[in-house]
């Protein structure tokens, strides 16, 4: 599952990724915390790996615990992260279409899935799990991982896996700019034929363009809500701005991906958009 951090930004520590890894790695975070956890997530977009130092999260919605190395990809639902305490964690946020670079599999099988990163056969990445866990600095974590990730680069990048990043990059720019615009638009963007565009976006975002257009409203709508200077918002005009169809639509959707409404959330938390915010 991915994390928002609106709940929890006391005890969270954010790093840059080096410039080679920029456009592919969003930013890395660690948390710690002795206390209990119980914490509402949303889908935030962007595939993460996940390393637990100590004990590992609780997702009730999916009657799991996390791995200790876990690989999470694109998800449509919202859940809790429970924690009894003695929580420690370092995480890689990638950016929308990037993890396949690293992980040489088709991301779509990480749908609404938390992976166990045991179960990939990657050899490296279990030896980097091993290595976070018995390391005690945060920093030292995050130079190891970009250690693993630029070797995995160098030995995957090639000139069809740049095209693929390209062209998926063009059509969620315009995603981002406009979520409401046709799937037949964003594929002309990147340049392929409609069914051509729909396999790749697939492939490479873990989604198909529909879905991914539903998350970024979403994503987008907590963004103007997390800037917004208190409770009477004009909820038409949110709808407006995030490229919903009107108000109703609006509301449903964010239900669906929050279990709440804009204004009952703005009366319980603090909205955050993690897909429009760059903490770092």
């Given amino acids: 599952m991915p994390y928002i951090c609106s709940m929890l930004?006391?005890?969270?520590?954010?790093?840059?990724?080096?410039?080679?890894?920029?456009?592919?790695v969003r930013y890395y975070w660690a948390f710690k915390s002795s206390e209990r956890l119980n914490a509402l997530t949303f889908p935030i977009g962007c595939p993460q790996i996940i390393f637990h130092r100590k004990a590992p999260l609780r997702i009730p919605e999916l009657g799991i615990s996390q791995p200790r190395l876990?690989?999470?990809?694109?998800?449509n639902f919202p859940a809790h992260l429970c924690s009894k305490g003695d929580l420690e964690m370092v995480v890689a946020v990638f950016q929308p279409n990037a993890m396949k670079i690293f992980l040489h599999l088709p991301v779509f099988l990480l749908h609404n899935q938390e992976v166990s990163g045991h179960d990939l056969g990657n050899n490296e990445l279990e030896t980097l799990a091993e290595k976070i866990t018995d390391c005690e600095d945060a920093s030292q974590c995050v130079a190891m991982t970009e250690q693993w990730l630029l070797a995995q680069m160098a030995n995957a990048k090639t000139p069809q896996i740049e095209c693929d990043i390209k062209r998926t990059t063009a059509a969620m720019r315009q995603l981002?700019?406009?979520?409401?615009?046709?799937?037949?638009?964003?594929?002309?963007t990147a340049c392929l034929?409609?069914?051509?565009?729909?396999?790749?976006?697939?492939?490479?975002?873990?989604?198909?363009?529909?879905?991914?257009a539903r998350?970024?409203?979403?994503?987008?709508?907590?963004?103007?809500?997390?800037?917004?200077?208190?409770?009477?918002?004009?909820?038409?005009?949110?709808?407006?701005?995030?490229?919903?169809?009107?108000?109703?639509?609006?509301?449903?959707?964010?239900?669906?991906?929050?279990?709440q409404t804009p204004l009952s959330l703005l009366k319980t938390g603090q909205p955050y958009s993690d897909l429009f915010t760059q903490p770092v």
Avoid: W
């Fill in 193 to 212: 034929g409609k069914k051509q565009f729909e396999r790749l976006f697939r492939n490479m975002v873990g989604t198909n363009p529909k879905e991914y």
């Fill in 9 to 24: 930004q006391d005890g969270f520590k954010f790093f840059k990724p080096c410039r080679e890894l920029r456009p592919y």
């Fill in 70 to 75: 876990a690989v999470s990809g694109q998800v």
């Fill in 176 to 188: 981002f700019a406009m979520p409401e615009t046709p799937v037949a638009e964003l594929a002309s």
């Fill in 215 to 259: 998350i970024v409203r979403f994503q987008k709508s907590l963004k103007h809500l997390q800037h917004y200077p208190g409770n009477g918002i004009n909820l038409a005009q949110l709808a407006y701005r995030c490229g919903y169809a009107d108000q109703s639509h609006l509301v449903r959707e964010f239900k669906q991906f929050s279990g």
